[in-house]
């Protein structure tokens, strides 16, 4: 089974310039994460997605960031324009709603982006 | 108070040894509990999920206890391969989402 698909791997920006992340989730999960991890911490949810629809993006900085699921499979986040904290690896997760399992979530590679 | 807190380390213990982490949380209804992996440079894979009666996978035993609102990982016999940071994660209630804690770092050394 193909893991959750993210690129870029790296992205090195300038302040004040935009960047697009991208995330392909495992096929058939319907709920899709965007999660922000800064270097010695955890990872912090940003959005949720159940299918196209949006369940929680009350920790998204939504002055800068956005995140969209258009058909309900791929999700782009963009940031625009990029501030020196946003220097983070961008982690997206995928997994199935109500699972028994007890909503495991399979993460990405991330992209680590870095703020000059 | 973090809604999940944990002590980042690092633990630095040798080959063989019994070394436990600790993890405490805030929303006393919180629902399910997990530990996830998550090696240098690489994504946080699940490790093991937490039970109230408690659930082991080999070496690894998880424990919760709801009075205290406390979670704990216990490793037996570390190896060299355990080497990684070790996330406690919380599912509040009626939701999807996960906390993150920000990680326990355990370095398993000859």
């Known amino acids: 089974e193909a ?39 955890g990872p912090k949810l940003l959005i949720q997605f159940q299918n196209n629809g949006v369940v929680d993006d009350s920790q998204l900085p939504k002055d800068r960031f956005s995140a969209e699921r258009l058909k309900g499979v791929d999700s782009t986040l963009k940031i625009q324009p990029a501030k020196l904290e946003d220097s983070a ?3 997206c997760a995928s997994g199935h709603s109500g699972s028994d399992t007890g909503n495991e979530q399979f993460f990405g590679p991330g992209t680590r982006l870095t703020v000059l | 108070r973090k809604e999940v807190e944990q002590d980042p380390g690092p633990f630095n213990v040798p080959e063989g040894a019994t070394v436990a982490f600790n993890c405490t949380y805030s929303n006393s ?5 997990f530990w996830y992996r998550q090696d240098c440079r690489k994504e946080p894979k699940l490790l093991m999920s937490v039970y109230s009666s408690g659930n082991e996978d080999g070496r690894f035993t998880a424990q919760l206890n709801r009075a205290s609102q406390y979670i704990s990982l216990l490793i037996r016999d570390s190896k060299l391969s355990d080497s990684a940071t070790y996330l406690c994660v919380v599912n509040p209630p009626l939701s999807d989402k996960l906390i993150f804690g920000t990680g326990t770092r355990l370095q398993v050394f000859p």
């Open chain 1, 3 to 41: 893991g959750v698909a993210q690129s870029p791997r790296y992205k090195i920006i300038e302040k004040r310039q935009s960047v697009a992340f991208w995330c392909n989730p495992i096929s058939g999960h319907a709920t899709l994460y965007w999660y922000q991890q800064i270097l010695g911490q």
């Open chain 2, 29 to 33: 209804a919180s629902q399910s509990f």
């Open chain 1, 89 to 91: 690896v961008y982690l």
